[in-house]
């Protein structure tokens, strides 16, 4: 109770703050002055048209505030009659641009008490004109052909509405056009429009022309438009900068004697650009003389060849159980002078509780080597701004825990390519894992009551391959804007290694065994999906959602389910916040008291997670989130009993019982490049209990955890 009584003085204490500072703002205020606390548009004469659509124009902004109280840390916003004014004039523009002639903006302002004010942004839509008669007239015959080959790409059309938008979203694509043509100087400024209104009533006739001058020259300046030819290719670069130069050529798209592309220029920049080992790229294109060809330099300056990564994300709950999980990333972006990316990683996982022995250790060595090419594929040749693949890795991971010692290595062979910018595809053929278990505590060994918890802890042989495809609205590393994200994985092993049975041996379990181990049969797949709403002044506030959702199926060599590494789990800094990493799940299943360390995992997961981020002060923002999942098993354990069976696995009927729920609060400190995150998970709906938890049992034995991590959680 006292926990209880001390968080309502805290929020006591922040609405007092804010009364007090919103009260202290409004005495600062002088006689006529109003604090402005909304800004409405409302369009009078059409239902249709989306005052969304002005409100960019409006030049003050409302008074930042949450749920109706004006935030303690920022200065109010004073009402200013000159802005409005400037707001007004900017909504006319763009009206007018839009293809609204004659609008006009009247303005309300509504006074709210002695010092607050709305102001209300009256529109009147103006007058519009559908284009009746479209026609093009272009003197010079190549470029005439040229635009009528791609006339299926036109954006004017007759019955269309004349606008500003309109005319220059055709002038901008006739001149992408040409460019990509060969005409390396050609702009949208060569485009002129004549449009007569008054020949026929609430129309327009319109005619757009192409001249060998631009609008603001004189037709005493018009010069032949010509195609250009791409002369030489040179390369720029610090003596310093050790690069081979076949690499180079394979980035570059731009061949002497080619015609001049703008596609291509714009290609073969993202291809440098998107290379780690460049810092710099510079694409300059010198005309010589009358020629038509053009000579292309290509300057570069190198980045900073290694650099070094830290993560740690950290956590603990009532119970005292701390789990801390540090990782160090060292990469070098130009290994071998070909832009080839070295990385060597180190990651543990340590977790324990204070005057307790208990303790679980993991420590994972990764190398990985990424070619900026096909390897052993030479017959493909990528034109693509994203350049593919090759990655090999090579990876050794040790397993400390009270129960058992685990030994994993592993190492996979793949490539990586995109298909669109958005868009990319890897695949690992093959992906190969050895696990070997030893030193396992025989009364843990003799408390797995059945084969299938005592088939878990067995040496086995992982081969198989890996696919993934993802997909992204926004490219960029820290979006800052709205964006959605789509990632597939799936991953088969033992397929492969089935057809060569007849010439396995056999174990005592009946499974074909190599080297004295059985290999896995299986298949797993997930998907995830992430979207993220930004909003509120400078986008500062999101509404952030993920939904994830995985199973995996054993079967074959397989006898009972797929490997530990393979099965699924949930809890921790980035899943469900109320429970530790492992501490929720199967289904129903209640805490696996024969582990010092629990490590509750199944065989497939649904969770759905959602997250309001706002602005506090400084560079703090908070966070208030929820988190709705759990893990579960599939109907295949032969031999568990009854109980266990109805208790784990995945049933229709038993599935609003089995998913748990978490609410909780969190802080961000946000340097830009590095977030730092602590967040409070509260459990609400324990699945292990069968109910909803009681305020007061939050801060008891396991009611709640503490995470603390870098970065966004999703």
Same mark, same amino acid.
């Given at each position: 109770?006292?926990?209880?009584k001390?968080?309502?003085?805290?929020?006591?204490?922040?609405?007092v703050?804010?009364?007090v500072?919103?009260?202290?703002?409004?005495?600062?205020?002088?006689?006529g002055?109003?604090?402005?606390?909304?800004?409405?548009?409302?369009?009078?004469?059409?239902?249709?048209?989306?005052?969304?659509?002005? &409100?960019?124009?409006?030049k003050?902004?409302e008074?930042?505030?949450?749920?109706?109280?004006r935030?303690?840390f920022e200065?109010?916003?004073?009402?200013d009659?000159?802005?409005?004014?400037?707001s007004?004039?900017?909504?006319?523009?763009?009206?007018?641009?839009?293809?609204?002639?004659?609008?006009?903006?009247?303005?309300?302002?509504?006074?709210?008490?002695?010092?607050?004010?709305?102001?209300?942004?009256?529109?009147?839509?103006?007058?519009?004109?559908?284009?009746?008669?479209?026609?093009?007239?272009?003197?010079?015959?190549?470029?005439?052909?040229?635009?009528?080959?791609?006339?299926?790409?036109?954006?004017l059309?007759t *019955?269309?509405?004349l606008s500003?938008?309109s005319?220059?979203?055709e002038?901008?694509?006739?001149a992408?056009l040409?460019?990509g043509?060969?005409y390396?100087?050609?702009?949208?400024?060569?485009?002129?429009?004549?449009?007569?209104?008054?020949s026929?009533?609430d129309?327009?006739?319109?005619?757009?022309?192409?001249r060998?001058?631009?609008?603001?020259?004189?037709?005493?300046m018009?010069?032949?438009?010509?195609k250009?030819?791409?002369r030489?290719?040179?390369?720029e670069?610090?003596?310093?900068?050790?690069?081979?130069?076949g690499?180079?050529?394979?980035l570059?798209l731009?061949?002497?004697?080619m015609?001049y592309?703008?596609?291509?220029?714009?290609?073969?920049?993202?291809r440098?650009?998107?290379?780690?080992c460049?810092?710099?790229?510079?694409?300059?294109?010198?005309?010589?003389?009358?020629?038509?060809?053009?000579?292309?330099?290509?300057?570069?300056?190198?980045s900073?060849?290694?650099?070094f990564?830290?993560?740690?994300?950290?956590s603990?709950?009532s119970?005292?159980?701390?789990?801390?999980?540090?990782?160090?990333?060292?990469?070098?972006?130009?290994?071998?002078? *070909?832009?080839?990316?070295l990385?060597?990683?180190?990651?543990g996982?340590f977790?324990?509780?204070f005057?307790?022995?208990?303790?679980?250790n993991?420590?994972?060595?990764?190398?990985g080597?990424r070619?900026?090419?096909?390897?052993l594929?030479?017959?493909?040749?990528?034109?693509?701004?994203?350049l593919?693949s090759?990655?090999?890795?090579?990876?050794?991971?040790y397993?400390?825990?009270?129960?058992?010692?685990?030994?994993?290595?592993?190492g996979?062979?793949?490539?990586s390519?995109?298909?669109?910018?958005?868009?990319?595809?890897?695949?690992?053929?093959p992906?190969?894992?050895?696990?070997?278990?030893?030193?396992?505590?025989?009364?843990?060994?003799?408390n797995l009551?059945?084969?299938y918890l005592?088939?878990?802890?067995?040496?086995?042989?992982?081969? *198989?391959?890996?696919?993934?495809v993802?997909y &992204?609205?926004?490219?960029n590393v820290?979006?800052?804007v709205?964006?959605?994200?789509?990632?597939?994985?799936l991953?088969?092993?033992?397929?492969g290694?089935?057809?060569?049975?007849?010439?396995?041996?056999?174990?005592?379990?009946g499974q074909?065994?190599i080297?004295g181990?059985?290999?896995s049969?299986?298949v797993? &797949?997930q998907?995830?999906?992430?979207?993220?709403?930004?909003f509120?002044?400078?986008?500062?506030?999101a509404?952030?959602?993920?939904?994830?959702?995985?199973?995996g199926?054993?079967? *074959?060599n397989s006898?009972?389910?797929m490997?530990?590494?393979?099965?699924?789990?949930?809890?921790?800094?980035?899943?469900?916040?109320?429970?530790?990493?492992?501490?929720?799940?199967?289904g129903?299943?209640?805490?696996?008291?024969?582990?010092?360390?629990?490590?509750q995992?199944?065989?497939?997961?649904?969770?759905?997670?959602?997250?309001?981020?706002?602005?506090?002060v400084?560079?703090?923002?908070?966070?208030l989130?929820?988190?709705?999942?759990?893990?579960?098993?599939?109907?295949k354990?032969?031999?568990?009993?009854?109980?266990?069976?109805?208790?784990?696995?995945?049933?229709?009927?038993?599935?609003?019982q089995?998913?748990?729920?978490?609410?909780?609060?969190?802080?961000r400190?946000?340097?830009?490049?590095?977030?730092?995150?602590?967040?409070?998970?509260?459990?609400?709906?324990?699945?292990a209990?069968?109910?909803?938890?009681?305020?007061?049992?939050?801060?008891?034995?396991?009611g709640?955890a503490?995470?603390?991590?870098?970065?966004?959680?999703?």
């Open positions: 109770m006292k926990g209880i001390g968080i309502y003085r805290l929020i006591t204490a922040v609405l703050l804010a009364s500072s919103a009260c202290a703002g409004m005495k600062k205020l002088e006689k002055q109003y604090i402005l606390t909304k800004n409405h548009v409302i369009v009078t004469n059409s239902k249709t048209y989306p005052s969304s659509d002005l &409100t960019p124009y409006i003050q902004s008074t930042p505030s949450l749920l109706g109280i935030s303690p200065a109010p916003v004073v009402m009659l000159g802005t409005i004014e400037a007004k004039d900017g909504m006319l523009r763009h009206l007018e641009y839009k293809g609204y002639y004659n609008s006009s903006v009247d303005t309300i302002i509504s006074r709210r008490g002695r010092h607050k004010a709305i102001v209300n942004y009256l529109v009147k839509l103006g007058k519009q004109y559908p284009i009746q008669k479209l026609e093009y007239f272009v003197a010079d015959s190549a470029i005439r052909e040229i635009m009528a080959a791609d006339s299926a790409s036109r954006t059309h *019955g269309e509405i500003e938008q005319l220059e979203d002038a901008s694509r006739i992408t040409l460019r043509k060969g390396y100087s050609f702009t949208k400024n060569y485009m002129f429009n004549f449009a007569d209104t008054l026929v009533p129309s327009a006739l319109l005619r757009v022309e192409l060998n001058y631009t609008r603001n020259e004189s037709p005493s018009a010069r032949i438009l010509k250009h030819t791409i030489y290719v040179s390369y670069l610090p003596r310093n900068m050790k690069v081979r130069l690499f180079l050529d394979n570059n731009i061949k002497s004697g015609t592309s703008e596609e291509l220029i714009s290609t073969t920049y993202q440098f650009a998107g290379n780690r460049f810092n710099t790229v510079n694409i300059s294109l010198n005309p010589v003389d009358t020629t038509g060809d053009v000579d292309c330099i290509i300057a570069l300056t190198p900073r060849p290694q650099n990564e830290v993560n740690m994300d950290a603990t709950n119970a005292g159980l701390i789990g801390i999980t540090p990782s160090f990333t060292y990469n070098h972006f130009n290994i071998f002078h *070909g832009g080839e990316v990385s060597l990683g180190f990651r996982n977790q324990f509780k005057n307790d022995n208990t303790h679980s993991e420590f994972a060595i990764t190398t080597l070619f900026p090419k096909l390897l594929l030479p017959f493909i040749k990528s034109t693509t701004p994203n593919p090759t990655d090999i890795s090579l990876a050794y991971n397993q400390n825990r009270p129960e058992y010692t685990r030994n994993i290595f592993s996979s062979y793949g490539y390519w995109s298909s669109a910018r958005n868009l990319r595809f890897s695949v690992k053929v992906n190969v894992s050895i696990i070997k278990i030893f030193n396992i505590d025989p009364d843990f060994y003799s009551n059945s084969s005592q088939y878990l802890y067995q040496d086995h042989f992982d081969m *198989g391959t890996n696919a993934s993802y &992204t609205s926004n490219t820290n979006p800052t709205s964006y959605f994200y789509l990632r597939g994985d991953a088969s092993s033992g397929l290694l089935s057809l060569f049975n007849s010439y396995m041996d056999v174990n005592r379990r074909h065994i080297w181990i059985p290999y049969q299986y797993r &797949t998907v995830t999906a992430v979207g993220t709403l930004r509120g002044r400078d986008n500062k506030m509404l952030a959602a993920r939904f994830l959702g995985g199973v199926y054993a079967y *074959g006898l009972f389910s490997p530990m590494e393979q099965m699924f789990y949930a809890g921790g800094a980035s899943s469900m916040r109320g429970w530790q990493s492992r501490c929720i799940g199967p129903l299943s209640q805490l696996d008291k024969s582990f010092a360390i629990y490590n995992v199944g065989d497939m997961r649904l969770e759905t997670n959602l997250e309001f981020r706002f602005p506090l400084w560079k703090i923002n908070g966070a989130f929820t988190d709705i999942g759990n893990i579960w098993n599939l109907p354990k032969e031999d568990m009993s009854d109980e266990e069976y109805d208790l784990s696995v995945f049933s229709l009927k038993n599935l609003p089995s998913i748990g729920m978490n609410w909780g609060l969190g802080a400190l946000d340097f830009g490049l590095l977030l730092i995150r602590v967040d409070w998970g509260i459990k609400g709906y324990d699945p209990l069968q109910r909803w938890l009681a305020p007061r049992e939050w801060f008891s034995s396991n709640s503490i995470h603390l991590g870098i970065g966004y959680p999703f």
